[in-house]
């Protein structure tokens, strides 16, 4: 059910999971305040926890809800079939070719463009039923050539992108820029029909949209075309170019993929109404959705808020039972900036003032320092609901260390306090065991404990700080392919252990003082006592 819609950096179910289910018991309330597409909100409602389910991030909290909400499956097959009669000749009519085969109307799948200029086409017959790889005819440069000069017939986001060159966004770029001209004006069609779906039937509707925002990636210009899967002893096992799929950013290849839109969103109704069965059989009528968090102490099992986490004002002091999220790792994803294609179809507005990233926008303000700082402030808040004793659970994945001093700081500062570190794995290990070396190698679950009197973390003597980084670094200098960044995670995770408060600056000044450091290509290449 997770793979019905996109969104990234999700974690293994299994092991979220695994972690609720060791620190909570039916009836616990679980917090995400970082909710991304829900998973830790679902698997909270499948171990029959409540969930209470938070993120800045509209389309995030869109998902969270279409996933986990249940909804009559012959009612969304009903609607489907009438979208379906209402739109799909209409905008196959975009697709309209020649089949060099029997010489009647065939309709397009893919078009490999590259460029300005179609190079391959796809298509399909429906009466010799061929579905094969055409080189484009003057019958097809003249079609597009037609659907330039046509108005998109519809409302379309107009929205701007924000200029930010590391996801390869332009200072002029638009969300049109992404779509070609043809499944621009197919797009407008079947949004407009999905539109008409009157408001009594408010879950389908959604749902509807859910499927359309799924689809909207693969009909865009950033689907790459692969040429070299497939090779077994130097030959290709297939010569035809395959389908790549929108990584992240907005990279538009120089050559890429116009895919059908009507085949995009019946491959996609196709996946969600399969998720939705397993939606309805994990969760089903478990999932009854708070007004706010008195009405989930009642009678419900969930509470979804677009909202920061640096201000949970929604929620009493003491009154969650766990926290497992995945908070924003620095700058490796700008979340808002990613999801604007999404939010602007949907209308949904982005708090981007209030967002906790690192951004290389020059438009946006948001540097490492404003990272630290609301992250502090997150933690604060997130400390201030957690019941005394419990525990809290944060994911991390960064290449720099400077980020994990940004996100760990502020978890010390408000009062949490170490347990453990393992590394997120395909399958879950004991949540007691401690494998920290191997985890700082890769993704972290990082769990802390909220005592039940808040203690405050020490500050050592320079001595004692030196003594203790120097033994770190001597203990995991000789581990062979380490890095710098996993020696510093490691003096981190350390320093947390012993209840010292992190300094970055007096930590690097001590490994220069004591040790000869090379690196290449990001690898140690020589760490040394002087």
């Not at 969930?302 to 009154?319: F, K, R």
Request: aromatic letters at 10%; one cysteine or more.
């Amino acid at each position: 059910m997770y793979a019905m819609h996109k969104y990234w950096a999700k974690k293994a179910y299994n092991v979220i999971n695994t972690f609720i289910e060791n620190f909570t018991d039916k009836g616990d309330i679980v917090l995400d305040p970082f909710a991304g597409c829900g998973v830790t909100a679902c698997e909270a409602l499948k171990l029959k926890r409540k969930a209470i389910a938070i993120d800045l991030n509209p389309i995030a909290t869109f998902i969270t809800r279409m996933t986990a909400i249940p909804v009559n499956l012959l009612e969304f097959k009903k609607t489907f079939e009438k979208i379906s009669h209402a739109v799909k000749d209409k905008i196959n009519s975009l697709y309209v070719t020649e089949c060099p085969k029997c010489n009647t109307k065939a309709i397009i799948t893919h078009t490999i463009w590259k460029g300005p200029s179609p190079q391959k086409i796809r298509f399909w017959c429906p009466y010799c039923k061929a579905d094969s790889w055409k080189a484009p005819a003057h019958i097809d440069i003249e079609k597009i050539k037609e659907i330039e000069k046509i108005e998109v017939p519809h409302w379309y986001p107009k929205q701007t992108l924000i200029w930010n060159t590391r996801v390869n966004v332009d200072e002029s770029m638009s969300v049109p820029d992404l779509f070609s001209k043809r499944n621009l004006i197919a797009l407008s069609i079947l949004y407009n029909e999905i539109q008409k779906i009157p408001e009594e039937q408010k879950d389908i509707k959604n749902l509807m949209k859910f499927v359309f925002t799924s689809a909207l990636p693969q009909t865009s210009k950033m689907v790459f075309v692969i040429k070299r899967r497939g090779k077994v002893e130097g030959k290709r096992k297939n010569k035809q170019p395959e389908v790549g799929s929108w990584v992240a950013g907005y990279w538009i290849p120089s050559e890429h993929f116009e895919i059908n839109v009507w085949r995009c969103f019946l491959n996609r109704y196709k996946r969600v109404l399969k998720g939705k069965k397993e939606s309805n059989e994990g969760i089903g009528y478990h999932y009854k959705e708070a007004e706010n968090f008195d009405d989930l102490l009642r009678n419900s099992s969930i509470y979804i808020l677009t909202q920061s986490a640096t201000n949970l004002h929604n929620i009493p002091d003491e009154s969650v039972d766990y926290v497992f999220t995945d908070p924003p790792h620095g700058d490796r994803l700008p979340y808002l900036e990613l999801s604007i294609m999404w939010n602007s179809w949907l209308g949904f507005n982005s708090d981007f003032d209030n967002e906790i990233v690192i951004s290389n926008s020059p438009l946006r303000k948001k540097t490492i320092e404003d990272y630290r700082n609301r992250m502090y402030k997150a933690f604060m808040e997130i400390y201030r609901v957690l019941k005394p004793n419990k525990y809290m659970s944060v994911t991390f994945n960064s290449r720099h260390a400077e980020v994990l001093y940004a996100l760990l700081t502020p978890c010390a500062e408000a009062g949490f306090e170490l347990v453990n570190v393992l590394p997120l794995q395909a399958s879950a290990p004991s949540v007691m065991q401690d494998t920290r070396l191997g985890a700082l190698r890769g993704d972290l679950i990082i769990t802390f404990w909220k005592p039940i009197v808040r203690r405050s973390y020490d500050r050592l003597s320079k001595n004692d700080f030196e003594i203790l980084v120097k033994k770190t670094v001597e203990e995991v200098m000789s581990k062979r392919g380490i890095t710098m960044n996993q020696i510093l995670r490691e003096i981190i995770m350390v320093l947390l252990e012993n209840r010292v408060l992190l300094s970055k600056e007096e930590t690097f000044k001590i490994l220069r003082k004591y040790f000869v450091i090379e690196e290449e290509n990001g690898r140690l290449k020589r760490i040394e006592r002087r």
